[in-house]
């Protein structure tokens, strides 16, 4: 095969040319290359219009005399067509019959030059990715010795230079707290040993290392060893401080239930702590309660009087009082819900009457209402203007107390009703019982006397009278006797105290031995634990109930069964019978003064045994409640509080 056969079958164009741009030769590559249908017209073309770029021929021929030869020279191409493509061309200068000659290759690398380009742009894409994202973005040596990279975010999160690390790249750590410094290096030995590290600490000392950042690091691995330490670095301040109220929020509710839930505190106390406890967590100075008394003379104002308060603020303690125009309170009230004030003198509050007197830049307050009426108000101030704006758990917090409040002073209100009722209900069962008692018993003295004289004398109907007398008056006298006992609930209570149940049962069996064995009753007692109570009063509840059950046992023989367990409301006891039952129509008012259910025998009860037995749980914290089927039995529930004095 000849020379010019070889060149017709290489698969890259090749050419010789004269300086000018006059091809002598093309082979058929090269004509495919250039788009051409065939060498004639490719020769006829001449060199110069496949050039793309006008000058770009000029460059290289001037190379090509000063060097003689150039090599991978990369040009824009244009095919007949218009079609652009790169080519790679190498070419050196000869001499044939006395005049210059080029000859030379060209290759089509347009593909090449499209990956390569792709590949560029992708670059160009992620730096711009890495430079405008806000995480830190980094890579050092394996020995931490050289920054290989770092983008701008870091100059903003560390308050650094990108110059400073490149020029020392330990200087990141002069931007960590001293505190958190030792587990950082420690965080970098890990790296360096070739293993993962996540880490969470404080940086940006211009900020009072106030900034937290989370940094995830990774060392680049090759043949074993590490060559590379690559990571980001993220900044996590708002989480860290989301983090920070929550836990702060979750501790105050915490002690904010303990100190509602303790019935030993008294509610002053109660109200001083969680003003305190509310206060702290806001980040104010202080707390106060108040009353409001919106009720103004004419032409005049309410008037607002702190109850309680923390804090030093002088016109802020309890007992100081101001017109309601001049206190902060008036817009919790007017706007009734809660009202924030984070910024006082931004709002425009500088020339209200209220900033004038109290000079307060922040507040936040919740009304107090008692059934309806408005009572009061809780408020938590500072003397400075906050920063931000009250946040949701802030607000809910104070919420918390103004409502735990309302709830309580509702609660007080019912409790001095609920005292002034019984107050006058004991002072009339008293006064009336005692009143009745002389003429009853001068009534009974001479229907005794009565029947003494001349009881021989009546005939049947007289002595059916007589027996009718005699039954009313014993009636009547029990009855008093059972008012005088109602009423002596309070009147004559011991304060509770550890008492022993199982000795109450047995004095009550004692007294009630001939009822017991007349009605031939059997009374089984279970272990019953010691609770707080008045003994006396223990002993007559057990008795009214045992003596309830005698009385309503129906024909068989009263079989009474007497328990008790610990419950989570103190110790629950039951008295237990198979007698007649109790209509569930008459359930809801078995415990009212004066509701009587009736025996077998036809004779009525005075109906205040139960109200007894009701008026001795309530004075001593607990409930009573009865469980009765008719025929089926009856269980009186009751409770009591343990010798620890929970109920």
């Known amino acids: 095969m000849d020379h010019e056969r070889f060149l017709e079958q290489l698969p890259v164009g090749v050419f010789r040319s004269t300086i000018d741009g006059e091809y002598l030769y093309v082979n058929p590559a090269l004509v495919d290359l250039l788009g051409a249908d065939s060498r004639d017209t490719v020769i006829e073309r001449g060199s110069p219009p496949f050039y793309a770029e006008p000058g770009s ?31 790679s061309m190498s ?22 030059r499209r990956i390569e380009q792709e590949s560029v742009e992708r670059e160009r894409r992620l730096q711009q990715l890495m430079d405008s994202t806000d995480d830190a973005l980094w890579l050092f040596d394996a020995e931490w010795q050289e920054t290989l990279y770092i983008n701008a975010a870091y100059e903003d999160i560390w308050g650094q230079s990108t110059e400073s690390l490149y020029d020392d ?18 965080g970098m030995a890990t790296l360096s040993a070739g293993e993962s590290a996540k880490l969470e600490f404080r940086v940006n000392p211009d900020e009072d290392f106030q900034r937290w950042v989370s940094v995830q690091g990774s060392p680049v691995v090759r043949d074993g060893e590490v060559i590379r ?31 509602t839930t303790d019935t030993e505190r008294e509610f002053e106390q109660q109200v001083d702590e969680l003003l305190t406890i509310g206060a702290d967590y806001l980040g104010v100075p202080y707390g106060f309660l108040t009353d409001i008394d919106v009720a103004a003379e004419a032409g005049g104002d309410g008037t607002q009087t702190i109850v309680t308060s923390v804090g030093s603020h002088e016109q802020l303690q309890s007992g100081a009082s101001c017109p309601l125009g001049e206190s902060y ?43 309806g009426d408005l009572e009061g108000t809780v408020c938590f101030a500072g003397s400075a203007p906050r920063d931000e704006a009250f946040s949701e758990r802030e607000r809910a917090l104070v919420w918390i107390i103004s409502q735990w409040v309302s709830h309580q002073r509702e609660q007080q209100r019912r409790r001095k009703e609920l005292r002034q009722r019984n107050e006058r209900l004991q002072q009339f069962a008293y006064i009336a019982s005692h009143d009745l008692q002389e003429p009853l018993r001068m009534v009974s003295s001479y229907i005794d006397l009565l029947d003494s004289e001349y009881g021989d004398e009546f005939d049947e109907e007289a002595r059916e009278y007589m027996d009718f007398a005699i039954d009313g008056a014993d009636r009547m006298r029990n009855m008093i ?42 009374v089984t007692v279970g272990e019953l634990p010691e609770v707080r109570a008045d003994p006396n009063q223990l002993r007559q509840l057990f008795q009214n109930l045992v003596a309830n059950a005698i009385d309503y046992a129906g024909d068989e023989p009263p079989e009474i069964d007497i328990d008790a367990e610990n419950g989570i409301n103190g110790v629950l006891f039951t008295v237990s019978d198979q007698g007649i039952g ?66």
């Open 582 to 647: 109790i209509p569930e129509q008459q359930q809801d008012n078995i415990f009212q003064v004066f509701t009587r259910g009736t025996r077998d025998d036809g004779t009525d009860n005075t109906g205040i045994g139960l109200a007894i037995c009701q008026r001795i749980v309530t004075r001593h914290g607990g409930d009573i409640w009865v469980d009765s089927e008719p025929d089926e039995g009856t269980t009186f529930c009751f409770t009591l509080p343990t010798t620890e004095g929970t109920a």
């Open 329 to 371: 309170c008036r817009t919790t009230i007017e706007s009734n819900d809660l009202q924030a004030i984070h910024d006082a003198p931004a709002a425009g509050w500088e020339a209200d009457p209220a900033y004038e007197r109290f000079n307060l830049g922040s507040y936040i307050g919740g009304s107090v209402y008692v059934d």
């Open 169 to 186: 790249p330990k200087t990141f750590l002069e931007g960590v707290h001293p505190e958190d410094r030792e587990a950082v290096q420690e």
């Open 229 to 259: 330490i690559a990571g980001y670095t993220r900044e996590i301040t708002d989480r860290k401080r989301e983090q920070r109220d929550k836990a702060a929020y979750t501790a105050s509710l915490n002690e904010i239930y303990e100190i």
């Open 481 to 522: 006797d059972d008012l005088l006992k109602f009423a002596r609930v309070e009147s004559e209570a011991e304060q509770p105290h550890s008492v022993d149940p199982n000795e109450a049962i047995d004095d009550v069996l004692d007294d009630l031995q001939l009822s017991i064995k007349e009605s031939d009753a059997s």
């Open 91 to 112: 070419a050196w200068l000869t001499t044939s019959d006395g005049r210059s000659i080029i000859e030379g290759v060209i290759e089509d690398i347009s593909e090449r």
């Open 57 to 87: 021929r000029e460059e290289f021929v001037d190379a090509l005399e000063e060097q003689g030869n150039v090599l991978g020279h990369e040009v824009r191409i244009e095919q007949l067509d218009g079609t652009e493509l790169w080519g």
